[in-house]
């Protein structure tokens, strides 16, 4: 639906002499409109060409029914003399400007040639320039269903009838009753849409709701008289989204139909799901009642979620703007907001651009820092979004104009309105509250006060190894348990593989069977044609049984380092299964300790071997103590061998893990290693904890700038 535009109240300018007024357009119609909030009245002008419709005052109709006398003196004469309201050169000048600038006044001359080729010269851009403005909202008519819905409308009046709607509030009764009485197969209707003709029904389902959507606004308008001239579609970010234009409701006098006319889609779509809710107790399984399924669920949900989000021009934005009795509620909240905010921050003195009921005004004021808010953060989503949608360098150049247009230009357009009035900046409260708050800031950002480098570390053994299977097989004998001295090859664990013993067996079989075959080759004929094939095959699988007894011997898994058995799995006892690489127990030599940390990629730059830091362990009856850096990794760590420390086993550092079980950081990180000062000894396990490093002092600012830098080098591939 499209929206009204008001006139604009303002600071009323220096009035001079004016010259004759310009004539209106001869083809703008003028209708009376609805009660203001306060019971006056109000009248709505409509430009038919440009299908849009302004909606002013009690003062602004009196000056247009006296426009054609084209006398700003005599039009302020006859509305003082004739009318309770007093105008004055300054009111007939604004409206001038105003009329002037929607082209709602007669063009003639060479200057009114000249400003309109100027504004078609703004609007008009290059391919490039409209695509960039565009391609976040663009709209395309499909329809002109006027004669349609109007040779059809009387075949569909029923549709709101008080006999349909106690009809549809039977069916939602008995459909809802029959749902509940078969719930688990309700909630199970989902699956279905996982399959080709499931997807199929879905979108046509899906497609049919928003169709019928757009039709009951269209309808509801038509029955109320209006005119509805387009539905279409329009693409946000390339996602369609149908619309229907009932701007011509903006003639309507009265409230409740406008409210109707912005319900009207939402309460076709519950229609539907009432009906389909029905139907579904009623079919059998199948691509056909999963989409009844989400007609009567997903659909109106997400449906009620999206258009009566009043922070998006939608139905929900519409119907607040009814609701509150405020046209152009976006445009009159902002204002408001602005001034309110520069009022706090600065105290300028300048006059409200409108006046409202204290309790309207915190409406609006809330209304208007939430839509704010709302904009931020779904900018920021979309300028990730289409990052990811395109290939990486339009998606990093889409993604910097979403978030310089959209959100930047904003800010900066506002700091902008502050750095002109600053020229009569005030000494006052307010002023100096917010130049020390902004000193504070950037104390904040700017001064490098941070010089700590935290980062995940673990605290173990200098000299330590995992011992993990080599392979699938069953755990016949555990030699060792933990706290024992162990020597390295010691053995610790020995399993059995009976597919490997088969296996075995059976090249051993082969082995004796070509042997036999090439030493008695000179007995057969047969057995001599073929003897080069033989010779092959047995060289081939003794190879093969070679293999096979070097990977029974690494069933007899032994210690690759001497030292103390610090960790065997709790879980292990003999006769176990145990899967190829799986972790049996930590040995570790207790003579020296050593802290391993991984750090982000932004801190690396910031530290160098030989900077101090102090360990703080995790377990909290333990002390904390000093160490050395005393290695840093120059490239980053590809996959994490230290599970200890990955979120997969309740660690700091964010991982995914492939179909192998390999852990890959999220983010870029850096493994460095610590040596405590003095005579720390070893942990008997590891333990995790935090290595705090001084590093080079940096500032908040500089931070996010070299990490939105690496990001950026990094995502874009250079």
């Known amino acids: ?387 990811f949608l395109f290939f990486k360098a339009l998606g990093i150049f889409l993604m910097l104009v979403e978030l310089l247009w959209f959100i930047g230009k904003p800010i900066f357009d506002e700091i902008n309105a502050w750095r002109e009035r600053g020229k009569i900046l005030r000494r006052n409260f307010q002023s100096r509250r917010t130049l020390a708050i902004l000193l504070a800031l950037a104390f904040l950002l700017f001064f490098p006060w941070q010089s700590d480098v935290n980062a995940p570390a673990m605290w173990q053994s200098a000299t330590h190894a995992q011992v993990y299977s080599s392979s699938a097989g069953k755990l016949e004998q555990i030699y060792v348990q933990a706290g024992d001295t162990v020597l390295e090859g010691e053995l610790l664990f020995r399993l059995e593989s009976p597919d490997l013993d088969y296996q075995i067996a059976q090249s051993q079989k082969q082995i004796e069977m070509l042997t036999w075959q090439t030493e008695n080759q000179n007995f057969n004929r047969e057995l001599q044609m073929r003897s080069r094939v033989a010779w092959q095959e047995l060289e081939a699988e003794t190879v093969r049984h070679n293999s096979l007894l070097q990977e029974k011997a690494r069933l007899s898994i032994r210690s690759p380092i001497a030292g103390e058995v610090k960790e065997i799995q709790a879980a292990l006892s003999e006769g176990d299964w145990l899967a190829e690489n799986e972790l049996l127990a930590v040995i570790a030599n207790t003579d020296r300790a050593i802290v391993e940390a991984f750090v982000g990629e932004s801190d690396l730059a910031r530290i160098e071997a030989g900077a101090e830091g102090t360990f703080f362990p995790e377990d909290i009856y333990r002390s904390s103590f000093a160490v050395s850096l005393i290695e840093v990794d120059s490239a980053s760590t590809a996959a994490l061998s230290e599970d200890y420390l990955a979120s997969t086993q309740g660690g700091p550092i964010a991982v995914r893990q492939d179909d192998q079980g390999r852990l890959f950081p999220e983010n870029p990180i850096y493994r460095v290693q610590a040596s405590p000062e003095g005579s720390e000894d070893a942990p008997s396990q590891r333990l995790r904890g935090t290595l705090k490093l001084k590093g080079e002092r940096i500032s908040i600012a500089a931070r996010v700038l070299r990490s939105a830098y690496a990001i950026l080098i990094r995502e874009s591939g250079f």
């Open 1 to 387: 639906m499209s929206a009204q535009i008001s006139v604009a109240g303002g600071v009323p300018q220096r009035s001079q002499a004016l010259g004759p007024l310009p004539p209106l357009r001869e083809e703008l119609d003028l209708y009376p409109g609805a009660e203001t909030l306060d019971g006056s009245p109000s009248w709505v002008l409509q430009d038919p060409v440009a299908h849009r419709f302004f909606r002013i005052g009690p003062l602004d109709f009196e000056l247009l029914s006296r426009w054609h006398t084209r006398d700003a003196n005599l039009i302020c004469e006859q509305v003082n003399a004739e009318t309770v309201h007093q105008a004055s050169l300054a009111d007939v000048e604004n409206l001038a400007r105003f009329l002037s600038a929607h082209n709602l006044l007669q063009s003639r001359g060479a200057a009114a040639i000249s400003r309109l080729q100027e504004q078609s010269d703004r609007m008009s851009h290059s391919g490039l320039k409209w695509l960039l403005k565009n391609y976040l909202f663009v709209r395309i008519p499909l329809l002109h269903p006027d004669k349609f819905l109007t040779r059809s409308l009387p075949y569909l009046r029923w549709l709101g009838s008080k006999a349909f709607l106690l009809a549809v509030a039977f069916c939602a009764v008995i459909g809802i009753y029959l749902a509940q009485r078969q719930w688990d197969g309700f909630l199970n209707s989902f699956p279905h849409f996982f399959t080709l003709p499931g997807l199929v029904m879905m979108v046509c389902a899906l497609a049919l709701a928003k169709v019928l959507h757009e039709f009951g606004h269209a309808y509801c308008a038509k029955n109320f008289g209006c005119r509805v001239p387009t539905i279409g579609v329009a693409f946000l970010v390339l996602w369609p989204v149908l619309y229907t234009d009932a701007s011509d409701s903006w003639r309507l006098r009265s409230r409740k139909q406008r409210l109707m006319i912005g319900a009207a889609g939402m309460a076709t779509e519950l229609v539907i799901a009432v009906m389909a809710t029905l139907l579904w107790s009623f079919l059998s399984d199948g691509p056909f009642r999963s989409a009844v399924f989400l007609l009567a669920t997903a659909t109106w949900i997400v449906t009620l979620f999206v258009n009566l989000n009043p922070f998006m021009r939608f139905d929900g934005y519409y119907l607040l703007s009814d609701l509150l009795g405020i046209p152009n509620l976006q445009e009159r909240a902002f204002a408001l907001a602005k001034w309110r905010m520069r009022e706090f921050l600065f105290a300028w003195g300048e006059p409200k651009p409108e006046t409202f009921s204290r309790r309207m005004q915190s409406v609006l004021l809330i209304y208007a820092y939430g839509t704010w808010v709302y904009r931020f953060f779904l900018f920021l989503g979309i300028a990730l979004l289409v990052y």
